[in-house]
């Protein structure tokens, strides 16, 4: 089955700067990649997505990239903000809707 | 606003107690989802569900079961709740792409 590794499991940044989460993942059959963020108290919400016949995505301060040839996958944060502060999951699926397989999840911290 | 309501924020059991965890969504979504999230492994699928009295087994169910008897309520059942299942347990629905969590029954068995 699939397996997919995020790292870093923690992260730190100052405020303003950028954060960069890496996953990789085992089976090339998979083609899609949702990232999730997790804020204290609540479930996972869907922040950004990104299929396999695209390498990169944007959506403000968020970005996604994906290289497929070497099975991983990022997510970009510029301009960090105090509300960055959450853990943030990645996954990998054969297509939306189908089973996701997450990574183990990354604590970001944006210090003020 | 899409909603996924679970029973409980906080619980906890003996050994050996049969536990109940409920979930609720009022989107009419068919796929619902049981996840445990425990410290650096993520998110794992226990049992999901893709229409009302289906169930499928997700990579880590022993131990569990679960009930789907409305389109909208999916229930996860612990028979014997033991140590072991001490975690965060998140229920999920799903329409094609669109995924909703609810926020999680954090349950402790001792």
């Known amino acids: 089955g699939e397996n997919v590794e995020q790292h870093p499991s923690t992260l730190s940044v100052q405020e303003g700067d950028s954060a960069v989460i890496k996953c990789t993942y085992s089976?090339?059959?998979?083609?899609?990649f949702p990232w999730y963020k997790q804020e204290l108290g609540k479930g996972p919400q869907l922040i950004i997505d990104?299929?396999?016949?695209?390498g990169e995505k944007k959506d403000q301060r968020i970005a996604v990239t994906l290289n497929k040839t070497a099975k991983h996958f990022s997510l970009h944060i510029t301009e960090t903000q105090p509300e960055d502060s959450a853990v943030y999951f990645c996954?990998?699926?054969?297509?939306?809707?189908?089973?996701?397989?997450f990574g183990g999840g990354t604590r970001l911290m944006v210090k003020p | 606003d899409v909603k996924v309501t679970q029973s409980s924020r906080y619980l906890v059991k003996r050994t050996g107690e049969k536990v109940f965890l409920e979930c609720v969504q009022d989107?009419?979504?068919?796929?619902m989802f049981w996840y445990r999230q425990d410290p650096g492994l993520g998110l794992r699928l226990i049992y999901f569900?893709?229409?009302?009295?289906?169930?499928e087994k997700g990579d880590i169910p022993e131990g569990y079961s679960v009930s789907r008897e409305k389109k909208e309520r999916f229930s996860l059942i612990l028979e014997s709740a033991s140590t072991n299942q001490t975690s965060m347990y998140l229920c999920?629905?799903?329409?094609?792409?669109?995924?909703?969590f609810g926020p999680g029954t954090r349950l402790t068995v001792t």
């Open positions: 999920a629905s799903r329409l094609g792409k669109s995924e909703a």
């Open positions: 089976d090339s059959a998979s083609n899609y």
């Open positions: 990104i299929r396999s016949n695209v």
């Open positions: 996954a990998a699926s054969m297509g939306a809707g189908n089973m996701l397989t």
């Open positions: 989107m009419d979504h068919e796929n």
């Open positions: 569900s893709y229409d009302v009295k289906m169930k």
